[in-house]
């Protein structure tokens, strides 16, 4: 194991000849949790999208997972290396339950603990009368935003990439997911969440935030980033 879960050097991304990433430097260690911050259209989503290996964007730079490098490897490699992407817009997958993807996580799982943690998940997020159910169907945003962090808890990867997961929440139901995040901090784990708006971090305790400002990352620091970008706004970055 390297010191760091997640580690982008150089990366940069594209749709054709419209580029988007413009040499993206970021690493999240072990045991941390990290916040991505910007506007609309800085390139946050399309960093999360690279990541995970969508086919659409030409990428280049390295992005290292526990040491190894995952641009090259297919979704499905992506997730077996590791990495756990949480969306904006949770999918919904009629004829499918939420106990049945649990079962099909624990098959295609390599470890011996994957039901001790179901289980253990289930009951610590009120998961439990959710499992018969399809996965996110029918279920409010607060409530898929749960299953979501459930299905986190029982994947256990080394990295999550948290997606604008407060995104259409009330208040409360922010405050459910970021003590849920929270929860799931610890030595084998790094959590980066990309966010627009400083409430989701107000409930969880964030080690570094990085701003992204046209494709480049243009400041890191503590939690005095958030606070100064929900009084100043971005326009000064």
Same mark, same amino acid.
């Given at each position: 194991m390297t010191d760091n879960a997640l580690q982008i050097e150089g990366l940069t991304a594209g749709l054709g000849d419209h580029q988007i990433l413009k040499g993206i430097d970021l690493t999240v260690p072990f045991g941390e949790i990290h916040a991505l911050m910007g506007p609309n259209g800085s390139g946050? +989503?399309? *960093?999360? $999208?690279?990541?995970?290996? $969508?086919?659409?964007? &030409?990428?280049?730079? +390295?992005? *290292?997972?526990?040491?190894?490098? @995952? *641009?090259?490897?297919?979704? $499905? &490699? #992506?997730? #077996? +290396?590791? *990495? /756990?992407?949480? /969306?904006?817009?949770?999918?919904?997958?009629?004829? @499918? +339950?939420?106990e049945k993807l649990t079962n099909e996580m624990e098959d295609a799982s390599e470890e011996g603990d994957v039901e001790t943690r179901a289980i253990d998940a289930a009951e610590r997020m009120r998961m439990e009368p959710f499992l018969d159910r399809f996965v996110n169907v029918g279920l409010s945003g607060g409530e898929k935003k749960r299953s979501e962090m459930y299905q986190l808890a029982v994947a256990a990867p080394t990295v999550a990439i948290l997606d604008e997961i407060d995104s259409g929440l009330d208040v409360d139901a922010v405050r459910d997911v970021a003590e849920m995040v929270e929860s799931m901090r610890n030595r084998q784990r790094g959590v980066l969440v990309i966010t627009h708006y400083n409430r989701i971090l107000r409930y969880m305790t964030v080690d570094r935030i990085h701003v992204l400002v046209d494709g480049r990352i243009v400041e890191s620091g503590g939690p005095e980033v958030a606070e100064r970008l929900e009084a100043e706004g971005y326009k000064t970055r």
């Open positions: 946050k +989503s399309t *960093l999360a $999208h690279v990541l995970t290996g $969508h086919e659409d964007y &030409e990428a280049a730079g +390295s992005a *290292l997972v526990d040491g190894v490098d @995952i *641009l090259g490897m297919s979704v $499905h &490699e #992506r997730a #077996r +290396s590791g *990495l /756990f992407h949480a /969306f904006q817009y949770p999918v919904a997958l009629p004829g @499918i +339950s939420l």
